[in-house]
């Protein structure tokens, strides 16, 4: 009678976090937005969230949370708290919805939206800085791959 020897364990796969680009794009975007977050964090102590709902309701008045989350694709709790932060201060200011009296729409307050007039060409600076050592043909490159990305690569990932 012969035992049979046991099949080796396959290796777990490698993964190689440094090389693994969800990783990479998630640590560039955490840097990024840090170091922007210098710029309107001292000045009028806002956080990431606080500045990405203001900045979202200067291009898109009139959106609820929930929206402001969408678009974001920021936790519904953290943009929630964000709203909080920045209607106790005064920068937005929440209205019901003229059509719909269950819903509830964001807007800048005239403070908001000089906050946002101030803020905006600081980062838009950032932005430029970031770039600066690309030339204007590989920007415009890396915007097309991170649209096919969002386009592409996203909805076939998540199998939609």
Same mark, same amino acid.
């Given at each position: 009678m012969?035992? #049979?020897t046991p099949a080796p364990t396959p290796d777990?796969?490698? *993964?190689?976090?440094? +090389?693994? *680009?969800?990783y990479r794009i998630s640590v560039l975007s955490n840097r990024i937005?840090? @170091?922007? #977050? +210098?710029?309107? !964090?001292?000045r009028y102590g806002m956080a990431v969230t606080e500045w990405r709902v203001m900045a979202v309701l200067a291009l898109y008045p009139g959106l609820s949370? !929930?929206? &402001?989350?969408? $678009?974001? #694709?920021?936790?519904? &709790?953290a943009v929630?708290?964000?709203? #909080? $932060?920045l209607l106790e201060r005064g920068f937005i200011q929440r209205e019901t919805h003229g059509d719909d009296r269950r819903r509830s729409v964001l807007h800048l307050t005239p403070a908001g939206v000089e906050v946002y007039q101030v803020v905006a060409p600081m980062v838009l600076e950032c932005e430029r800085r970031l770039l600066a050592p690309f030339s204007e043909d590989?920007?415009? *490159? *890396? @915007? $097309?791959?991170?649209? $096919?990305?969002a386009a592409e690569g996203l909805p076939s990932m998540t199998g939609r």
């Open positions: 012969t035992i #049979a777990p796969p490698s *993964l190689d976090l440094e +090389r693994f *680009l969800p937005s840090s @170091n922007i #977050a +210098r710029v309107y !964090g001292e949370a !929930g929206e &402001v989350s969408e $678009r974001t #694709a920021m936790d519904k &709790v929630s708290r964000a709203v #909080a $932060r590989e920007q415009r *490159l *890396l @915007n $097309r791959l991170i649209d $096919r990305l």
